[in-house]
């Protein structure tokens, strides 16, 4: 680690390289699958092949005959102790293990434990399941139409597939708005399933200690202190004696923030036989069964004045939530956060109606890189801005700058009731639109057309505001636990630090950017500063890593904690000074007596002070807490300008430009959040192009494999440029806003726009992602051209 | 479903004497001829570096270098690479220093979640064999058999370009941290 020499009076806006990768570059790391416990067993998962049927027998005796088996689990097993369902982070039930029915193809039926891994996966083809089919559903349409084969019909008084009607807005107050519009533009998209897939799959190893009744899992967890509570609550272990260890994950993207079969299995497992129990999640399992993203139908209209003043919103969506809600989502907002589909907008009146169904398929929703749906409503009006701006007749640059709420009117009190904290909106989009040339670009794309050589351009924008970093404890719970987070330091005699977390990486860099935190506040560098996430037992509560509210909350409680401690310092350092401490200064990592500059001692005298020389009557030590609920969600914006080329005779689309303006308030570390957008800007050309998980109608899951679900490779993926404007967040305690999901968020809808944009001269309005070439193809030769 | 379609078989597992230098290191181990060569060396040598990213041969998590070229070892019986030269990412770095990939890595910000690097990294190193100047357009292509979830590739261009430059420069490469 290089040593910093120069004077630093400032550690935020530094591209410090990340402390964690040593370990990752020279193979070191330690995830899930690297982790060998003695006597370990390991547990292979048996999977539906249908969609919806009743099981009527199984038949595990084969399979135990398997030399090296050592135990086959089934639901009837876990029935016996209450293992058989589990609860969900929304508060619903989910299977553990299939008792009655199966309700997905993918379902978790049964479990071998063996004594290796190989011997498990043989003897998972000797289980003998006699399924009788029953008819499925695939869609919430299906779901919701009279006489629909009810799905939930465990759930006591359960008559049909709904699961959730819930509003937002004010209803009346839009229907006026509408009544004095003179234009009105609809539109109707299906924003379909999708999938986190981070490269690493789930797994855990359950390590229940009969003698001592101490419960060790090592889990694929971006949640671990909420999964420890939930654990406690589903199989009645105090909760003191369950330590849940989240090793380095390999990605996550919100996929490892629900609690799967598999861990429960193995867990159950473990304590029954009183050895530990692996469970690696196999690609297949992971694309079939665990938590998926969107699959929201969209529709809704936008009143306009002709002049394009925005005056109101309507929006009506319909969830596939499949056979259980299962979305990790604050308990008040059925739909999430969706109902901030206003976006960057001033719009009066908003009236949002949701409803959410069960259908035979994964449960989950909220996964991939998204604050609670804000990916949904983000993709949502920034298509329907762009359609009125071409029905208007005007540039979608200019109908949005017409429209964007102003610096002026921060706080701003949204028509679905949240309070932005900060925003320059025009900023950031006239940024973007002169580093892409956008005058150049339109005018290039008048002369193509002209020519009409069935070579096509568009250009589409996204300029998105997103609400992330939750949540005030006020408004924002999961299963009732209030949504802060935490921050434990601890100065070492030598001037070292600890600094332990309730969030929990899963490739951010919060060993480098929590270190950042800490120097910045006391001066201690960031090599000296080494950051824990993950061990329950050696980390304060927290609600872990997801909806970008990592810095928002925990990096908030760092700062305020870091705050704190040097409070102490200050009293220790007078002491040692012989001043008093108001007549004390602070320059990063020093404190001197106003007026005589020399006369100072380091953060890291201050350090050893605490432990051998202390003011009389103080508790030793230099150490502290902070459970830090943020006053407010904070909301990064930006804008984002993607350029294709279309082949009208193919309808194969290239990406020709990406420029990507965001703020995100202040930059802790530039570079990785630059990596974090590049990320996001990747995933979303995913989503955009080629990630789509959909199902024939018996149910059978297209999707559920790396051939079938398509990720970018280096080759479909564009080069970046990325730029910034820099809006703190006027709560934050160092004015930060969250960024890991801002890419996601904002970018689906400007590759899509770009398309459209080019394919909208021909009547096309609307193609739903993923926005493939056959796609774009038949569009075309559907209105005559190509 | 794939869990469901392996076969089974009454047989006792057949078993064989594999020999492969690994990292410079002769290595030698009784294994079921089914194994296969990522499980040969992530739970019988304890190599954990080379991943398992997927079922279908789809994302290269578990590239290996097999003689010099890169191959998926989640798709190889260990028992074919017998008598063969393994270099798996735990070989990278030589005599204490880290190879100029490695270093580009971190320098570049190549890596998020680490979980796809150790294939990325042993794929450029062996793209810079044979080409120590190559382009974005030919980087590119060199690892366009690996997926990354978390970078969007151009950290990973940038780290094979700083990589080529280093090596050409010819500059001491640094201790391992
Ligand atoms: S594990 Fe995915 S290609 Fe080998
Ligand atoms: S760094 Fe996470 S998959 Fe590449």
Redesign the pocket.
């Known amino acids: 680690m290089a040593v910093v020499e120069e004077k630093v009076t400032t550690w935020l806006g530094r591209s410090v390289k990340r402390k964690e990768d040593d370990r990752f570059l020279q193979g070191r790391g330690n995830y899930i699958e690297d982790i060998k416990l003695p006597g370990m067993l390991y547990m292979a998962i048996l999977r539906s092949p249908h969609a919806h049927a009743r099981i009527l027998s199984i038949d595990t005796a084969p399979a135990m005959q398997v030399p090296g088996v050592v135990a086959v689990v089934t639901g009837a097993d876990l029935v016996a102790h209450k293992l058989a369902w589990m609860p969900t982070l929304s508060g619903d039930t989910q299977a553990v293990l299939a008792t009655d029915k199966v309700r997905l193809q993918g379902q978790e039926v049964a479990c071998v434990i063996a004594e290796d891994a190989y011997t498990a996966h043989d003897a998972l083809g000797l289980i003998d399941v006699d399924y009788e089919p029953l008819p499925v559903v695939t869609n919430p349409q299906q779901a919701l139409a009279e006489g629909a084969p009810l799905i939930r019909d465990d759930k006591e008084g359960k008559t049909d597939n709904r699961i959730y009607h819930w509003e937002a807005g004010d209803q009346a107050a839009t229907e006026r708005a509408f009544a004095q519009a003179d234009r009105v533009v609809s539109i109707d998209m299906h924003y379909p399933r999708c999938h986190p897939s ?2 690493e799959c789930c797994g855990c190893v359950a390590d229940v200690n009969p003698a001592s009744g101490m419960v060790t899992i090592y889990m694929t967890s971006q949640a671990p202190h909420v999964h420890r509570t939930v654990f406690a609550l589903v199989t009645g272990l105090p909760e003191q004696n369950i330590q849940i260890i989240s090793p380095d994950l ?2 996550g993207f919100g996929n490892k923030v629900p609690i799967y079969p598999g861990y429960v299995v193995a867990t159950a497992a473990s304590l029954l036989i009183g050895r530990p129990v692996k469970w690696i999640e196999d690609r297949t399992g992971n694309l079939i069964s665990t938590g998926f993203a969107r699959d929201f139908y969209m529709d809704g209209e936008l009143a306009l004045r002709q002049d394009g003043k925005m005056l109101g919103l309507r929006v009506n969506m319909l969830s596939d939530q499949g056979y259980a809600y299962a979305d990790a989502q604050p308990s008040k907002f059925k739909a999430g956060l969706f109902h901030v589909v206003t976006g960057s907008y001033d719009i009066p009146a908003a009236h949002v109606v949701t409803d959410g169904a069960y259908t035979n398929k994964a449960p989950g929703g909220v996964a991939y890189r998204c604050s609670f749906r804000v990916t949904e409503a983000s993709y949502f009006i920034e298509r329907l801005v762009q359609k009125a701006a071409y029905e208007l007749g005007l540039d979608p640059a200019e109908l949005r700058r017409l429209n964007f709420i102003q610096p002026e009117q921060f706080p701003y009190t949204s028509a679905t009731g949240f309070v932005y904290d900060s925003g320059d909106y025009e900023r950031a989009l006239d940024l973007a639109l002169e580093k892409v040339g956008y005058r150049e670009l339109r005018q290039e794309q008048a002369k193509l057309r002209q020519e009409g050589k069935g070579k096509l351009l568009g250009i589409g924008l996204a300029s998105f505001t997103e609400v992330v970093g939750a949540g005030p404890g006020r408004q924002f719970d999961i299963l009732g636990i209030r949504m802060f987070d935490s921050a434990e330091l601890r100065v070492h005699p030598t001037g070292k630090a600890i600094l332990k977390l309730g969030v929990k990486s899963q ?1 951010q860099g919060h060993e480098t950017t929590f270190a950042q935190i800490v120097s910045n506040e006391l001066g201690i560098p960031p090599q000296d500063v080494i950051v824990q996430e993950g061990d329950t037992d050696n980390t304060p509560y927290g609600l872990g890593t997801y909806a970008s509210r990592s810095t928002p909350t925990g990096g908030a409680a760092t700062a305020v904690v870091a705050r704190e401690l040097r409070e102490k310092a200050k009293r220790i350092a007078a002491h040692l000074l012989e001043a008093a401490a108001e007549d004390l200064e602070w320059e990063l990592g020093r404190f001197f007596v106003r007026g005589t500059p020399d006369r100072g001692v380091t953060i890291q005298d201050v350090a050893f002070a605490a432990y051998t020389n202390l003011p009389e009557g103080m508790q030793a030590g230099l150490e502290g807490v902070h459970y830090y609920d943020p006053p407010n969600m904070t909301y990064p914006f930006g804008s984002y300008v993607v350029v294709v080329d279309i082949d009208a005779g193919t309808g194969q689309w290239k990406v020709r430009r990406v420029v990507a303006v965001d703020d995100c308030g202040v930059r802790i570390n530039p570079m990785i959040v630059e990596g974090q957008i590049m990320g996001g800007l990747t995933e979303g050309l995913g989503m955009a192009a080629m990630e789509l998980i959909t199902f024939d109608e018996e149910g059978n899951c297209i999707g559920s494999n790396f051939m079938d679900y398509l990720l970018p490779t280096s080759m479909e993926t564009p080069h970046f440029d990325l730029f910034e404007t820099v809006t703190p967040s006027p709560h934050h305690p160092i004015g930060c806003k969250g960024v890991g999901e801002s890419a996601t968020v904002g970018s689906p809808a400007a590759y899509v726009n770009a398309v459209i944009d080019a394919l909208a001269p021909y009547g096309i309005t609307n193609i739903d992602m993923p926005v493939t070439s056959d796609k774009v193809w038949e569009a075309l030769r559907s209105k005559g051209v190509g | 479903m794939n869990e469901q379609a392996r076969p089974v078989s009454d047989e006792p597992q057949m078993r064989r004497r594999v020999e492969m230098v690994v990292n410079g290191r002769p290595r030698s181990a009784e294994i079921e001829t089914r194994l296969l060569l990522v499980h040969f060396l992530r739970e019988t040598l304890g190599l954990t570096g080379t991943h398992v990213g997927c079922d279908t041969t789809s994302c290269g998590a578990c590239t290996v270098r097999l003689q010099g070229t890169p191959i998926k070892s989640c798709t190889m019986f260990a028992v074919q690479a017998d008598g063969l030269e393994v270099t798996t990412v735990e070989g990278l770095a030589q005599g204490g220093k880290l190879h100029p990939v490695q270093e580009g890595f971190k320098e570049e910000h190549g ?7 150790p294939g ?1 990294m042993l794929v450029s190193a062996a793209l810079l064999e044979e080409n120590p100047n190559p382009t974005e357009a030919e980087i590119r292509f060199a690892i366009s058999g690996n ?5 969007g590739y151009q950290n990973i261009v940038k780290a094979v370009q700083w990589a080529a430059q280093k090596t050409q420069s010819g500059q001491a490469a640094t201790t391992v941290a």
């Open positions: 981070p490269l390999g990605g490739g | 890596l998020q979640c680490g979980f796809c690097t990325m997926i990354c979830r978390c970078t």
